[in-house]
């Protein structure tokens, strides 16, 4: 039984959840980011998610820990994706890594498309589409005033003339306005190659169908332009 | 021009809901297809819009361009199969295009499709289209259409 009132997953068959708990614990990175947490909350006065939301990476240390079955399930859909990973809480002094455990159960989250994470994600799906197939995460025209009303009325003439700001940046590779930097063609052919063959491409593809069809349609399409077989990866990588 | 929670919904189009998507029949075979009010509202702020080549085959499901907002990236899908015979320009210039005027300025793709009849089953219009988005904007917790940039049609 979870520790909150208002689980919302109660639902769920316990074995479900069991798997998915096992799953993050099998991870080859468990072993170094838990270790047993003996509440001093050191990691919640260093997060800056506490203070501005009902977050807390102790309990993540303490559910794991305690291997509560039914509160990670809470947490793997809701909690796990207010953590900014700043990884302030590795200042633990039993070297718990509450940032870490969260990574791994995003992946968990992710890896089995839970529907939670599916709307979590969905408003940065241009930052995953950027990153997927260009290596860089932030792209200046990402300054719209509807996505950053916190820049105040700035942001409006800074979105329109973006040109221009851009070229006040010395290093030509950053006169950009769609990247943060410009990347080559064999870059972003690598990058694709490197996602479909580690499997990242399926697991877009179980969280948002709409990336993937863009990501294979767009990156398919360079590789045919440069005449490479898609199965003939070898070829990209040695040219 | 119906109107459903301050989105605009002309009755002479026809809709594929789950797509977000809506089509015109020219009178030539051909057809146009662009976003809905409702999908403009969703992206927000449309910065690029990429519309597939001239000459491309596409099929049912896949997509004919590719829009971004701010943060937001997401495929415009085809109701139908066929060949895009032509892309709408302006909409690559300027993207606000879609925000602005999605139904009339803002048509995407002209497609000649192979095989409209079996494909096009899943379109539908007046009470129908109002009924299916209804619940679309219910599923997806939309309360209300935004023009961003005002709407002229």
Redesign the interface.
């Given at each position: 039984m979870s520790i909150y009132k208002d689980a919302k997953y109660q639902d769920v068959p316990y074995e479900k959840k069991q798997k998915l708990f096992q799953e993050v614990k099998e991870d080859m990175r468990w072993e170094s980011v838990m270790y047993g947490c003996y509440e001093c909350g050191i990691c919640v006065a260093a997060c800056p998610s506490a203070r501005f939301y009902d977050f807390s990476p102790r309990v993540f240390a303490q559910v794991m820990g305690r291997e509560d079955i039914d509160t990670f399930y809470e947490l793997l859909n809701d909690s796990v994706w207010d953590c900014s990973q700043c990884f302030s809480c590795t200042r633990c002094p039993r070297q718990n890594n509450p940032g870490a455990i969260i990574t791994i159960m995003r992946e968990v989250a992710v890896n089995h498309g839970l529907s939670s994470a599916k709307k979590a994600l969905q408003a940065y799906s241009r930052i995953i589409y950027k990153i997927m197939s260009t290596g860089t995460q932030v792209a200046p025209d990402m300054l719209q005033p509807d996505f950053f009303p916190d820049w105040g009325p700035d942001v409006k003439d800074v979105s329109e003339n973006l040109d221009v700001w851009r070229r006040a940046v010395p290093p030509e590779t950053m006169h950009t306005t769609e990247l943060a930097w410009d990347v080559s063609e064999k870059t972003r052919l690598e990058l694709y190659m490197i996602w479909k063959l580690t499997g990242n491409l399926e697991m877009i593809e179980n969280i948002d169908e709409g990336i993937f069809m863009i990501l294979e349609e767009v990156m398919e399409e360079l590789l045919e332009e440069h005449g490479y077989d898609i199965d003939d990866f070898e070829n990209v990588l040695e040219d | 021009m119906s109107e459903l929670k301050n989105c605009m919904l002309p009755d002479e189009l026809l809709y594929h809901v789950d797509f977000n998507v809506w089509i015109h029949k020219n009178g030539d075979g051909t057809i146009d297809i662009g976003m809905t009010d409702i999908a403009q509202s969703l992206a927000?702020?449309i910065?690029?819009c990429r519309p597939k080549k001239v000459g491309r085959s596409v099929k049912t499901g896949?997509?004919i361009a590719?829009v971004?907002?701010?943060?937001?990236?997401?495929?415009v899908k085809t109701p139908f199969a066929g060949e895009i015979v032509a892309a709408n320009n302006d909409v690559e210039i300027d993207a606000t295009i879609l925000n602005r005027s999605p139904y009339k300025q803002g048509w995407i793709v002209r497609i000649q499709p192979s095989n409209f009849d079996e494909d096009g089953s899943d379109l539908v219009s007046g009470k129908d289209a109002i009924s299916g988005f209804e619940t679309y904007m219910a599923e997806k917790e939309i309360s209300e259409c935004v023009h961003?940039e005002g709407f002229e049609g």
């Open positions: - | 927000g702020n910065i690029h896949k997509s590719t971004e907002s701010g943060k937001w990236v997401g495929p961003c």
